[in-house]
């Protein structure tokens, strides 16, 4: 009889889940890797949905219950992860938390880190920035968290050029396509051992 042991990867997001969406479908017949949870602040947010048709469980939480409470916290404890992947998730993650998982919190940015990292840094503002500065490559980078904002060591990076018509809106279809073709084949990488 096989006793595989699964590894798991829990889901911090906030927004419309796109990377989650194809973060469970790549790992929906997985022979070593599952999802097993998505933590959410936000009741509204269209990730739930996604994360439901999957069959994921879910927990939700405020800002204030993340920051002054232990509830997320001891949550993870328990699941025990193997890895945490914040896949748009727009809050910042507390030291008690990445104290924890040293090394095992990852997130993705869309941009070129440490360039166009930071306070502001999110959304449509990265690629306005990006073409405001007349950058000539942007790209993703997927890092480990600490406490500090985008700050943590880069995992993967993948570059793209960016084109004189592009607007921040072309440039951020165009990043989101290689966030969703490299994000699930780096965690794999990672849970697999590589880098
Ligand atoms: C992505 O661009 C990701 O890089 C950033 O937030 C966005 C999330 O998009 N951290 P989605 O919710 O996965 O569609």
Do not use: W
Request: glycine share 6%; net charge positive.
């Amino acid at each position: 009889m096989s006793h595989k042991k699964h590894k798991k990867v829990v889901l911090f997001a906030s927004g419309s889940g796109s990377n989650v969406q194809k973060i469970c479908e790549y790992f929906q017949n997985h022979q070593i890797i599952k999802v097993t949870h998505l933590y959410c602040n936000s009741s509204k947010a269209r990730v739930l949905e996604k994360a439901k048709a999957f069959g994921i469980d879910y927990t939700l939480f405020n800002k204030a219950e993340l920051l002054d409470s232990d509830k997320v916290l001891e949550n993870l404890l328990k699941t025990r992860p193997d890895l945490i992947v914040l896949a748009g998730f727009l809050l910042k993650i507390p030291k008690k938390i990445t104290e924890k998982f040293s090394n095992k919190i990852i997130n993705i940015h869309p941009a070129l880190l440490p360039k166009f990292g930071g306070r502001g840094m999110f959304g449509i503002n990265i690629h306005k920035a990006v073409i405001d500065k007349k950058e000539k490559r942007t790209g993703i980078s997927i890092h480990y968290v600490n406490e500090k904002y985008d700050q943590g060591a880069n995992i993967f990076q993948k570059e793209i050029s960016v084109k004189e018509s592009d607007t921040p809106q072309t440039l951020s279809k165009r990043v989101l396509k290689i966030e969703h073709e490299y994000f699930s084949k780096t965690i794999e990488k990672i849970l697999n051992g590589g880098k």
